[in-house]
C-alpha cells in the first residue's frame, strides 16, 4: 500500500530498497526555502542495519502489508518460542532474536498478536498488561516520601523494575508491557 513520506509514522514498517524497515524516528521538515520533507531513521528487520533516508513530501513509499493473527505461547527451548494458533491447533516456532526482551514476560497460554509479513513472523505483541510475582525486593527505608520514592525489585522472570516501597517479596503485581513498569498490586 502506498502512502504519503508524510504520512510516515514511528513503528511503520515500510517495503523500501528490497528490504523491510521499521521506522524509528521520524521528523517532518519546513525548510524556509524548498519543499517540506520527511526525516526518516528506520532499523532493518533482516540485516539489523540502521538507514537515515530524507523523502520529499510529495514521494510515496511503499508501507508493508501485514497479517495479524492471535496465537498462545506454549514453551520455549534454547533458541526458539513457541505458539498454537487456537482455532487449527498448528504450532509456530519463532526464533528468540525476533521476540526479543518480550520473551521473559510471556507465560504458558498467554495469548499473544503475531504479526506476518509474506508468511514469515516479524514481530510479536503481547497484552497489554500482565501478571508477575515479586522474587526479592529491597526493604522500604521509613522517612521517604511517598510520591516519588520507588525501590528495585526482581520479578520471577527475572526482569528488574522499580516498584513503590509498599510492595514486598512474594506480592503479585501488573506491569505495563510496553514500558515494563509497575502499574498495581493485585
Partial sequence: MKINAGEIRVGMLLEYKNDLWQVLKTQHVKPGKGGAFAQVEMKSLNKNTKLNERFRSSETVEKASL???????????????????????????????????????????????INFHDSKPISIDLPNQ?????????????????????????????????????????????????????????
Wanted: some cysteine.
Fill in 130 to 186: 500482565v501478571s508477575c510475582k515479586i522474587e526479592t525486593t529491597d526493604a522500604a527505608l521509613k522517612g521517604q516520601t511517598v510520591s516519588s520514592s520507588y525501590k528495585p525489585a526482581i520479578l520471577n522472570n527475572g526482569l528488574s523494575i522499580q516498584v513503590p516501597p509498599f510492595i514486598e517479596a512474594g506480592d503479585e503485581i501488573i506491569i505495563d508491557t510496553r514500558t515494563l513498569e509497575y502499574i498495581k498490586k493485585i
Fill in 67 to 113: 497479517e495479524e493473527t492471535i496465537h498462545n505461547y506454549l514453551y520455549e527451548d534454547e533458541n526458539s518460542y513457541f505458539f498454537m494458533e487456537p482455532k487449527s491447533f498448528e504450532q509456530i516456532e519463532i526464533k528468540k532474536n525476533i521476540v526479543g526482551d518480550k520473551g521473559k514476560l510471556l507465560i504458558e497460554n498467554l495469548e499473544v498478536s
